[in-house]
Structure formats: structure tokens, C-alpha cells
């Protein structure tokens, strides 16, 4: 099940809630018809429930929402991103552990 935490991403509200957010922000890039992405899913929604109130989980469909993806350079997918104060710090192609993504959240909060 999807964690409610989690913040499906349009490219309007882009700006708002993850370049101008306070808090560090993962934007997973993917796609419906992408397995590897579907397989990270359950990973972030924990993430997403873990760390509510110190830093936000968010998802983006590049076939519904482009302007970001290719604004980033998003070539394959799974991609995800880790902003913080509007900046990108780390990036992750493909599948990445759960460890993967606390430990660079950890740094930056």
C-alpha cells in the first residue's frame, strides 16, 4: 500500500515542494510501465513514513510530467534526486537500498 506521506509531483508544483522546500526532498523520476521502479516503490514509502516532519518523499511520472525530467537530464528511470535548499546533492540511477537513501538523508539533516 502506498504510504500517504509520499508527494505525487506535477511539474507545477515542482518549485514549491522541492526547490523552495526547508526540508531535504527525494523526487523519485519514474514511469508506470517500469518494473525496477515499481520494485523501489515499497522502500520509499517506508522512507516516507520514516523520516514525516524532517524531510519529504516525493515521486514523479515522467510520461504524465516531462518538463522536470528533462530539465534534470533524467535519461533512464529509476532515477531519484536529493535536494536540498534547491540544490541537487545526490542522485541514484536504478535500484538502491534503503541504506542508500537514509545514509544521504542523514548527512544533509
Known sequence: MASEAVVNL??????AEVLNSTEPVL???W?????????????LDEIADEYVG????????IDDHRQVATQF?????PTVL???NGEVKNTF????????FTGALDELL
Open 10 to 15: 506535477t511539474d507545477d508544483m515542482f518549485e
Open 27 to 29: 523526487v523519485d523520476f
Open 31 to 43: 514511469a508506470e510501465w517500469c518494473q525496477p521502479c515499481k520494485m523501489l516503490s515499497p522502500t
Open 54 to 61: 524532517r524531510a519529504k518523499v516525493t515521486k514523479m511520472n
Open 73 to 77: 537530464g533524467i535519461m533512464s528511470i
Open 82 to 84: 536529493l535536494f536540498q
Open 93 to 100: 540511477v536504478g535500484m538502491s537500498g534503503k541504506d542508500k
